[in-house]
């Protein structure tokens, strides 16, 4: 039982930064759509994809969409929270079993990979559906958004967060892997 | 600009609508959605309307706490109604170089711009009348019937509650190390987008490892007081279903069917 609370008390933590990391750093990415703003809210979820699998990463993921669905004043975030959960949930959830099978630098990075595409993937439809059926914008006007807005933006939100959660999981995982060490060790 | 943020937005108060359990302001909510959703003429959403005002009313939070939440929705708000102004094909009514408005458009997108005011009005007052406790509360015995499919209902609330406790400890340290990083020569807030993306790592590892730090001593605390996970818990405030949530569930059940009524035979 004592993994168990660990886990549970260090998943919430990675949801906390994950809000937190959401509504500090913002900036838009491509200038010609000021509203699609870049954050980085995912890379906690991807590391604790990467530390404790893609479940616990679905786990915080689905934590910080109640979270932003409950605080942050509803309406759009109702609908903001259910494409976060979906958009977000899919690159943890293929980030994660991927390294899970391939549990090394290279597999990290086809992870990050392939779940970067899925996700772009998957915006597609969401957006197709949600904005058109949400907003009433008609489906022609949302469909010539795709390829020169949404694609590009997802892309490149998704590689810089990939990028990000490459560079940081190293130090954070060695920490981790020293700890338990740690405490292990006062164990004996 | 750390200040800015404010989680959660709850009024204290102990009017009628405050009083109901958190459960029934979530069905609640996810009820009048749907009511909004399906209804589609002038008379359902005069009900919605009058229904909305008198739930704002009887809520007693000030109109312009109500109001605020929209602040975020201006752009949007715009974006929805201009879009479907001048997109909607129909008769033409008015034209300016390219812009053409037209009578159907007009009332689309007044009805799309209402729809979305409705939306965001009484679905605010869902966080602004309960506590975010209260509501993960709330949530955790809402999922309990999908335990069995293994939805983890005990261990997600209890993150949440854990992620809406630790926020302001967080942001405090995050601050804390960006001055730190900052007084090291560290840039945050300039530059192009991969230098910005750069900036963050320095902030980032120290955050994460300090978060794991606070993680660990707060699995030690409640291990000390023998936590051992949702089975057999005990509450010192235990939620209650009380008559008036009936009545109220009741009362919106009836309005969904009133908007599926005015949908199909209005």
């Keep these: 039982m004592k993994d168990g609370t660990k886990k549970l008390s260090r998943l919430a933590v990675l949801s906390a930064l994950s809000i937190i990391l959401m509504f500090m750093v913002r900036f838009p990415l491509i200038p010609a759509a000021p509203f699609l703003e870049y954050e980085p809210g995912d890379v906690p979820a991807l590391i604790a994809a990467f530390l404790f699998g893609p479940g616990a990463g679905l786990l915080v993921t689905l934590a910080v969409s109640l979270v932003q ?31 899970q099978r391939f549990h090394n630098f290279g597999g990290a990075l086809m992870a990050l990979i392939v779940s970067s595409l899925c996700m772009t993937t998957v915006m597609i439809p969401l957006n197709l559906f949600f904005t058109t059926k949400f907003m009433n914008v008609p489906v022609e006007a949302v469909r010539a958004m795709i390829f ?26 060695s920490f981790m892997r020293l700890e338990v060490q740690r405490t292990v060790g006062e164990g004996r | 600009m750390l200040k800015d943020i404010t989680i959660g937005q709850y009024i204290p108060g102990d009017s009628l609508i405050h009083l109901l359990d958190p459960r029934t302001k979530i069905l609640g909510a996810m009820a009048f959605i749907l009511a909004l959703f399906i209804a589609s003429g002038p008379e359902g959403y005069l009900i919605l309307t009058l229904f909305s005002i008198i739930i704002i009313i009887l809520s007693r939070i000030p109109t312009s706490f109500v109001l ?28 300016w170089k390219f812009l053409r408005l037209t009578e159907e458009g007009l009332r689309q997108g007044l ?74 020569g560290a840039e945050f807030e300039s530059g192009n987008i991969v230098q910005r993306a750069k900036g963050m790592v320095p902030l980032l590892v120290p955050l994460f490892i300090s978060a ?55």
């Design chain 1, 148 to 173: 020169p807005i949404i694609v590009p933006f997802n892309l490149l939100k998704a590689t810089l967060n990939s990028c990000l959660t490459v560079v940081v999981y190293k130090p954070v995982g």
């Design chain 2, 212 to 266: 794991f730090r606070r993680a660990d001593e707060l699995a030690m605390a409640m291990e000390a007081r023998c936590y051992r996970g949702g089975e057999g818990r005990t509450r010192m405030k235990q939620l209650e279903m009380k008559k008036r949530d009936y009545y109220a569930l009741t009362l919106m059940g009836l309005l969904v069917i009133f908007a599926i009524y005015e949908r199909l035979c209005l």
């Design chain 2, 111 to 184: 009805f799309m711009g209402w729809r979305l005011l409705l939306l965001v009005l009484t679905t605010s007052l869902l966080t602004l009348t309960s506590s975010p406790i209260a509501l993960t509360d709330g949530i955790e015995r809402l999922l309990n019937p999908f335990k069995t499919i293994g939805v983890p209902a005990h261990e997600l609330a209890m993150m949440m509650t854990i992620a809406l406790r630790f926020i302001p400890t967080l942001l405090e340290e995050t601050d804390k190390i960006m001055k730190a990083q900052m007084a090291r």
């Design chain 1, 69 to 99: 669905a409950l605080t942050v004043s509803a309406g759009s975030g109702w609908i903001g929270a259910i494409m976060h959960f979906v958009a977000t949930g899919t690159m943890v959830v293929v980030a994660g079993s991927i390294y």
């Design chain 2, 68 to 95: 605020r939440g929209l602040k975020p929705l201006y752009y949007i708000l715009a974006f929805t109604v201009l879009l479907n102004f001048f997109l909607t094909p129909g008769v033409e009514i008015w034209r």
